[in-house]
């Protein structure tokens, strides 16, 4: 049985499989294909001239409106390079530096204006109406020296942010122009100007594309002057024009914060602008030991000079001494005096020895803890006399200088006396730009 049926397997093995018969083709199949093969060439006979007309009518249109698009694009540009009486321009001036997260101001830290500039007839009737302009940053070396420029020039030197930053500007960058004119709202720059080529940049403005109805000639875009943006961190250490009395001391030229300078000026308990010119007017050779020999002449000139600039205010000191008494300003010069019961007003100073007022102005100076505040004002004339009149110009203003115009409190001026001194002195307050008062 098993060889039986190995001999059977065998057999279906080596017998190949039947061919799927074919259908007989009969003569009717075979006279159908002809008809229908002749249909299809009398069809594509019939349509192939109905479909080349209608190929090239659309070939025809799509050329002649490529044409038409060809033809404007050309004039547009044309148009664009013809020189226009219109133009935008920024009222006010930008400050040449400004930093982020600030709003930018004029150099008078007023609000920025833009206005449209006519230079040959009436403004178009676009003006009257409500016109949209947008604010972009520019490149700061943008137009160069070209005085005209093309919209595309414009527009290819507009700033971006830098990858993965912020929009370069923030805040109202849309106004509207009513009338020729427009007030920039709060703008302000995200980034400095450091990474750009010119490490500057302009504000520009243009009219938002779309916003002209009238198709009125193209308005000139507007371009600031450069300015450099810093970051908002720098103005923590920006020097003050003027400083202030109670600036910090490295708020003057040449003495940078936590600096070499900036530690000497501390271990001397200096702290302020106010207690630099102190130390000035008290003794400079000592003040100018402790900066050391780092400070050079020309640095030690321009920090005094800075500092000079400072506003001095209206409040005045009183210190009492034994049989004299000296009032002085805040960076302790001497404006009057009484010794031994003789008051000399600050243009008899002069008749005081050189020697003796100032050793009198180093023992205010020592026990200043002692200083009584005043409140005065000192006049016109003493202003006068700090810029250099001449010496028969104090005798027309002796009753006006320093005039103690109360009664004063405590006449014997006695240094042991707990009476209360005030006075009122006449005038208007001398200015920031004042004027050493020689040796005093």
């Not at 193209?218 to 002057?225: F, G, H, Q, V, Y």
């Not at 908002?232 to 400083?243: A, I, N, S």
């Not at 004002?377 to 009753?399: A, F, H, I, P």
Request: aromatic share 8%; net charge neutral; with cysteine.
């Amino acid at each position: 049985m098993a060889a039986k049926r190995l001999f059977c397997e065998t057999e279906s093995i080596l017998t190949p499989p039947l061919e799927k018969k074919r259908p007989r083709q009969t003569f009717a199949s075979i006279i159908g294909e002809v008809v229908m093969g002749n249909s299809l060439r009398h069809l594509t006979k019939a349509l192939e001239p109905l479909l080349r007309r209608v190929v090239c009518e659309e070939v025809d249109r799509s050329l002649m409106q490529y044409s038409r698009s060809l033809t404007r694009a050309s004039s547009l540009r044309i148009q664009a390079l013809e020189p226009s009486s219109y133009q935008l321009y920024f009222v006010n001036n930008v400050p040449s530096k400004i930093f982020t997260g600030s709003k930018i101001t004029d150099v008078e830290n007023q609000a920025l204006r833009i206005a449209v500039e006519d230079g040959g007839g009436d403004l178009p009737s676009l003006i009257s109406s409500s016109v949209k302009v947008e604010i972009v940053a520019l490149n700061g070396d943008f137009p160069g020296d070209k005085q005209d420029w093309t919209a595309d020039e414009f527009n290819a030197n507009i700033v971006k942010e830098r990858t993965g930053r912020r929009p370069l500007l923030h805040g109202d960058m849309n106004v509207t122009l009513r009338h020729g004119a427009a007030t920039i709202g709060d703008i302000e720059f995200t980034d400095n100007s450091c990474w750009i080529r010119s490490r500057k940049f302009r504000l520009g403005a243009r009219i938002v594309p779309g916003s002209d109805r009238n198709n009125s000639p193209r308005i000139r875009e507007a371009i600031s002057e450069p300015f450099v943006v810093n970051d908002q961190r720098g103005e923590l250490y920006k020097k003050h024009y003027p400083p202030m009395l109670h600036d910090e001391v490295w708020r003057l030229e040449k003495i940078g914060k936590e600096g070499v300078f900036h530690r000497r000026l501390n271990d001397h308990n200096i702290k302020t602008v106010q207690e630099f010119l102190q130390f000035f007017t008290v003794d400079q050779q000592k003040l100018r030991t402790i900066l050391g020999m780092g400070m050079s002449e020309r640095m030690w000139e321009a920090t005094t000079k800075h500092a000079k600039t400072c506003e001095l205010g209206h409040k005045l000191y009183l210190f009492r001494g034994h049989n004299f008494t000296l009032f002085l300003n805040p960076i302790y010069q001497v404006v009057q005096a009484v010794i031994n019961g003789r008051t000399y007003p600050f243009p008899e100073l002069q008749n005081i020895h050189e020697g003796t007022l100032k050793n009198l102005r180093k023992q205010a100076f020592d026990n200043r803890q002692w200083l009584q505040d005043i409140e005065g004002n000192l006049s016109d004339s003493l202003l006068l006399l700090t810029q250099g009149n001449e010496e028969s110009d104090y005798n027309n203003v002796m009753e006006k200088s320093l005039i103690i115009s109360g009664e004063v409190e405590g006449r014997d001026w006695d240094s042991n006396s707990d009476q209360i001194i005030s006075a009122t002195f006449q005038g208007n307050l001398l200015r920031s730009d004042f004027m050493f008062f020689g040796r005093l």
